[in-house]
């Protein structure tokens, strides 16, 4: 399964952060997304609630990334790692904050927010947050992974791809690898034809090329001619 936590603009908890969910992914699989908001002021994109994150782990979903690329988190929500994953299971953090983000807990999005509420103050907990990340159980197949927020599906951002801005490619990325879908191709047996003698190239010397060139310009238009004249 993929999941895109998102937030709950009337108030309280998300689906994604229920106590329900949060605490069969972290008994199943030692981790959670937290009914929290991230701040990043040095790395905002067009709004303090927009952070860009690019500190990539090795991930099926960021492999094809490089050097300057991004994802947009909006109204991100960081996600929990446990010290010590379940029986058979591996974790990977794919995608990091900034080590300048702050976390902001317990906001109530139903009311209008104020500066005040969303500057960094004393005693909110500093980055490096995690992001993304993914987990899966060696024994039973299962494969999970979570991403801070749903932006990553908003296709505004697919205007931005030129620019580094990678969320549509990340989303699709982790669908394929949560799916299964990345392992599909590679399962795929790769047919290769044998070569025929028709295929072969050929191949001819000066030489060769000089009498081609005399029989085609001079022996068959005028052995045609001649020809042609008796």
């Known amino acids: 399964v993929a999941i895109f936590v998102g937030t709950n603009l009337e108030g309280g908890e998300s689906l994604a952060t229920a ?6 992914l972290w008994e199943n699989f030692g981790l959670r997304p937290n009914n ?3 701040f990043d002021l040095q790395a905002t994109v067009q709004s303090p609630f927009n952070v860009a994150a690019g500190d990539f782990g090795q991930h099926y979903t960021s492999e094809a990334f490089i050097e300057g690329d991004a994802l947009v ?3 991100a929500h960081s996600i929990d790692i446990a010290e010590e994953a379940p029986a058979n299971v591996t974790v990977t953090e794919i995608v990091r904050s900034n080590p300048s983000a702050y976390q902001k807990t317990s906001l109530d999005y139903s009311v209008e927010l104020t500066d005040a509420d969303i500057s960094q103050a004393e005693g909110d907990n500093t980055g490096p947050f995690v992001l993304g990340a993914s987990a ?26 030129a620019f580094g801005i990678r969320n549509i490619d990340g989303a699709l990325r982790a669908i394929a690898w949560s799916s299964g879908f ?7 047996p790769r047919v290769f034809s044998q070569p025929t003698p028709q295929d072969e190239p050929l191949f001819a010397t000066d030489q ?21 004249a008796l």
């Not at 299962?142 to 296709?155: E, K, M, Q």
């Not at 990345?182 to 795929?188: A, K």
């Not at 090329?209 to 238009?221: E, G, S, Y």
């Open 136 to 161: 899966v159980n060696s024994e039973t197949g299962a494969r999970v992974i979570i991403f801070g927020s749903d932006s990553l599906l908003y296709n505004q951002y697919e205007a931005l791809g």
């Open 19 to 24: 106590g329900n969910l949060s605490d069969y």
């Open 208 to 228: 060769q090329l000089r009498q081609i060139n005399f029989i085609a310009v001079f022996v068959l238009p005028f052995g045609l001619l001649a020809l042609g």
């Open 73 to 75: 988190f909006s109204l």
């Open 36 to 38: 929290d908001t991230i």
């Open 182 to 188: 990345s392992d599909f191709f590679e399962s795929i």
